[in-house]
Structure formats: C-alpha cells, structure tokens
C-alpha cells in the first residue's frame, strides 16, 4: 500500500496535537505514513496548496487561522462545515480538495460517549468566538430547545443567535449575575472561553452560579489543558458531572481519520490509545 501524507497547516502550529492524534491512529492501523506539521502564515495557503500538489499529500487538517479562508478553494464542501462557514479537514481525491467540519462532530461525540444528548435540553455557553459557534449550531442541529449565549462582547454573541433558526434563543453579557440566571433552567453549561485555560492569566473570580445550577446537569469545559480547570474543579465539588475538553479534540481528530483513510475506524479502541498518548506529554 502507498505511504499515506498527511499534514496539519496553521500559524501557530508548533502546539498542535493532531501529529500526535493522527499518528497514533495510522500506526494502530498499522499504515505507512507520514505526518507534517507545516507553518502557513495567513495569505500563503495557495503556495501550501500547490506544494501539497507537487508532493502528493492525501489530506490536511487545518487550524488558525485558515479555517474559513480555504474555503475557496475547495471543489466541495460539507453540509456541516458549510453551515459553520469553517472547515478544519481536507481530502485530497483525485486532485479535488474535499473540505470538511469535524469540530462540531467531535463536539456532540463527547457528550454523547459521556451519556447526555442535546433533545430538548436548555444549552448554556460561555463565549462567542469559533468554538463556541460551532457548539451553539451543532446543539440546536442535535435538538436543543433554548441555547443561551453569553459573552464579554454582547455583539458576537448576537451574530451567533441570528444563525440559530429551530431553537429559542437568548443572550447577555457575561456577569456573574446572568450566568447565575441562565444557570437555572440549564442542562448543559459550557466554557467556550479561554478562562482558566494554562497559560492564560484570567479565570473566573466567583463560582457561586454553580448554585443556581440544578443538579443533574453536565458542566462542560472545552479546555483540556489543564485537563481539571478550576471552573471543573468547582462544579465537581458540588457534585455535577463534568467534562473536559479531551473528548472533544480527540473524536474530532478520528472523524477527520475517517475521511482521510474512507476506512473503519474503531473509534472507542483508538480513542483510548490517543487518551494514553496525550498522558504522555
Ligand atoms: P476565540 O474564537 O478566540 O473566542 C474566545 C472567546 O472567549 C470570545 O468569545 C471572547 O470574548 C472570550 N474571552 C476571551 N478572553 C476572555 C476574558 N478574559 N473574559 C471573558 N471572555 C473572554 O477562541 P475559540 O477558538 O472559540 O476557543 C475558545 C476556547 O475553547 C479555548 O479555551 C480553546 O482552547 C477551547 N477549544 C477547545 C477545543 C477542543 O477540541 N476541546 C476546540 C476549540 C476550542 P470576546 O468576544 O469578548 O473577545
């Protein structure tokens, strides 16, 4: 069988853990392959695109910042990454760049593997930047009935609820007092902001939200480095079920495998093995 190329293209990209993600799935597989890491500044992705060509890679995983901007040079394009406005996955068929979203899935994955569902649930997110764009529109796809959105900056928060179109809606600044009243009737509560995220100075000052959460809800951290944040550690504290970000970047990682390879992938085998290899580092 021909060596698989793959790469991961982004600005910065020397933090990524694709390489390691997609490593440990080709070698499980048992595939000769090879795996890049490729600094694209913005603006350069036509150079990266015709070296790609010249070298035969079958797929590249995409990060900051060129997520939307390859879009235009995609021969196709599908209906989830379509709906984002983002695509982190490209497969190279045939000379024709096939574009794909697997945040959203690798999203909804780790809720699912953990027991939830989104079917009528009142979803809560922190943040309004691309993750939690991709939340937002993966859970009222999943059937959310109500997603609040609440932000520092109340504008981007707005811009995400104008693109929910099935679900009921709702937005705020982000305060102690509208978390605390979102918190009410909330089933899934989510931290797509970089608070309490390693080797970012902020956290969140006061967790006395939590007691307005009603137990049985998921607290749902989007980081995983570190793998306990302290908004984790509170919630955990007062006895909700919680979830770090690992899931998330891990099922994302095998849903692109999944359409570079167009093979089976054993996702809760290889899902494992990656969890071991990321414990390593
Ligand atoms: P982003 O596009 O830069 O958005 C960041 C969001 O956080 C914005 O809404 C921003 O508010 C808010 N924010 C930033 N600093 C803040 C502060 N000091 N106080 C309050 N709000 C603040 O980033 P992103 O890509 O959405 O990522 C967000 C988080 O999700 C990061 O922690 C990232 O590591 C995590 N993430 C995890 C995965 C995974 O696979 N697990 C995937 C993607 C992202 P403004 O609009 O006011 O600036």
Not at 235 to 240: L, S, T, V
Request: hydrophobic share 40%.
């Amino acid at each position: 069988m021909q060596k698989i190329k793959l790469d991961i293209v982004g600005d910065p990209v020397s933090h990524s853990k694709s390489p390691i993600i997609h490593s440990t799935v080709l070698t499980g597989l048992g595939l000769d392959f090879e795996y890049r890491r490729v600094c694209v500044k913005k603006g350069e992705l036509e150079d990266y695109l015709a070296e790609a060509q010249e070298l035969g890679i079958n797929g590249f995983s995409l990060t900051m910042p060129h997520k939307k901007d390859i879009i235009e040079f995609l021969d196709f394009i599908d209906d989830e990454a379509m709906l984002f406005g983002s695509v982190n996955t490209v497969k190279v068929k045939d000379g024709r760049l096939l574009g794909y979203n697997t945040d959203g899935r690798g999203f909804a994955q780790s809720v699912f593997d953990y027991g939830f569902d989104f079917t009528e649930k009142n979803i809560v997110i922190f943040g309004a930047g691309g993750a939690a764009s991709t939340v937002a529109l993966k859970s009222e796809m999943e059937g959310a009935k109500k997603i609040t959105i609440l932000n520092r900056t109340l504008s981007s928060a707005e811009s995400i609820a104008k693109r929910l179109k099935k679900c009921k809606t709702d937005v705020g600044t982000l305060t102690l007092d509208s978390i605390s009243e979102a918190a009410h009737d909330c089933d899934i509560f989510i931290n797509a902001t970089p608070l309490g995220m390693s080797g970012v100075s902020v956290d969140f000052e006061d967790f006395s939200f939590f007691d307005s959460l009603k137990m049985g809800s998921l607290v749902f951290d989007l980081i995983y480095n570190p793998s306990e944040t302290t908004f984790l550690k509170e919630a955990k504290r007062r006895g909700f079920d919680t979830l770090n970000g690992f899931g998330m970047l891990i099922y994302q990682g095998l849903w692109a495998d999944k359409f570079f390879l167009e093979m089976p992938i054993d996702f809760p085998v290889l899902k494992e093995k990656i969890e071991a290899e990321l414990k390593k580092i």
